[in-house]
């Protein structure tokens, strides 16, 4: 039986569950489990035109023809960020524009029209705003956005929605994760379509439930996470389930390569970019098992986790644990990444402010 990490949806509520119209939040039991807002955004468009204006509506289900191409076929992307609280109270997005381009991209391969970067970080803006009760006080979580961009039209043939629909919704959060992971090498199931032209290095909706049983595998044997070996040898390290993959050695930090097969992660391009201003090499290579066994650290970056240190990989039974803690490279790239995701480090103008 799959168990997560994740408070259930009620725990985090202060009568119990159900919409976010006249809750309150306790956010020392927020976890990383659905907790409806007061607001969603919607957005409609017909196959062959631009999406134009969207609104704010009371979050509520939504209604679909049985026959909607993302029930059917999956033709659909989505997007994850956060809004956090600075020192100051105000609130903050990190770098929503290049959600925004990541969408357009993911869209553009399975054949959608998508917003355009303004309308989307408008109204990523106006549905955080709409929301702002939800957002927890600095140190206590974030509100996380999830845009969605699906087929919503009939289309019973395998063909293009007629109509495609963006929404966003938001749930308030805290850590995906306590305390660092530890991952097993997942060598018999791959992740996404590998390569150019594939799946992998977009946000489509398909990656994410076939990898649903390695992972129920990985928990039940005690496991945080898998790490997704490359199709093409299953020789080199990929990424996780929800997050890219880092290795450190000595001064080195390396990535695998974002080639099509892999998510091209916002943190791990952040990352890619404060981590050689604060003195390290950063590289983006193919890297084998063995060489990841013999990292001095692993760590993970996403949204969700932020910077996440791996104490262990497991690969065929061997069992290999890294450095963590305060003074790891990891600690100081999260110290970093935090800073900046608050406003207490500038840094390339990489957050936006809503309010
Ligand atoms: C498969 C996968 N890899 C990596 C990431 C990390 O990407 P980001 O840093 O943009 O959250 C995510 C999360 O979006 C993901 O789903």
Request: aromatic content about 10%.
């Amino acid at each position: 039986m799959y168990t997560s990490s994740v408070a259930p949806t009620s725990q985090a509520f202060g009568e119990g569950g159900g919409g976010g119209k006249g809750r309150n939040v306790k956010w020392e039991e927020l976890g990383f489990g659905f907790v409806p807002t007061d607001f969603m955004y919607v957005m409609k468009c017909s196959l062959g035109h631009n999406f134009s204006h969207g609104s704010l509506s009371p979050f509520s289900t939504v209604s679909l023809n049985p026959s909607a191409s993302i029930l059917n076929y999956a033709q659909g992307v989505f997007e994850g960020l956060k809004a956090q609280r600075s020192e100051e109270g105000r609130i903050l997005l990190f770098r929503p524009e290049e959600n925004a381009r990541r969408m357009k991209i993911g869209a553009e391969r399975l054949c959608m029209p998508c917003p355009s970067v303004e309308q989307f970080v408008n109204a990523v803006k106006k549905t955080v705003v709409a929301n702002r009760r939800f957002i927890p006080p600095l140190g206590k979580g974030s509100l996380y956005i999830r845009p969605l961009l699906i087929g919503s039209g009939a289309a019973l043939g395998v063909q293009p929605s007629p109509e495609f629909t963006f929404l966003i919704y938001t749930s308030p959060v805290n850590s995906y994760r306590k305390g660092p992971l530890d991952l097993k090498v997942e060598n018999k199931l791959f992740r996404a379509i590998p390569g150019y032209g594939g799946t992998g290095g977009i946000k489509s909706i398909t990656n994410y439930a076939p990898i649903y049983r390695p992972i129920i595998e990985a928990r039940t044997q005690g496991f945080s996470d898998v790490l997704f070996l490359d199709a093409a040898t299953a020789n080199h390290i990929e990424e996780t389930s929800t997050c890219n993959v880092f290795v450190v050695k000595g001064n080195i930090i390396s990535t695998p390569v974002a080639d099509g097969s892999i998510l091209p992660g916002i943190t791990r391009k952040s990352i890619i970019e404060f981590a050689t201003d604060l003195g390290y090499q950063v590289m983006e290579r193919d890297i084998e098992v063995e060489e990841a066994l013999q990292a001095d650290e692993v760590f993970c970056t996403g949204t969700a986790m932020g910077v996440k240190s791996v104490a262990s990989v497991t690969y065929n039974n061997r069992r290999v644990q890294y450095k963590t803690g305060a003074d790891s490279v990891c600690q100081k790239l999260y110290d970093t990444l935090v800073g900046i995701q608050t406003g207490r480090i500038e840094n390339r103008n990489w957050t936006v402010q809503v309010d």
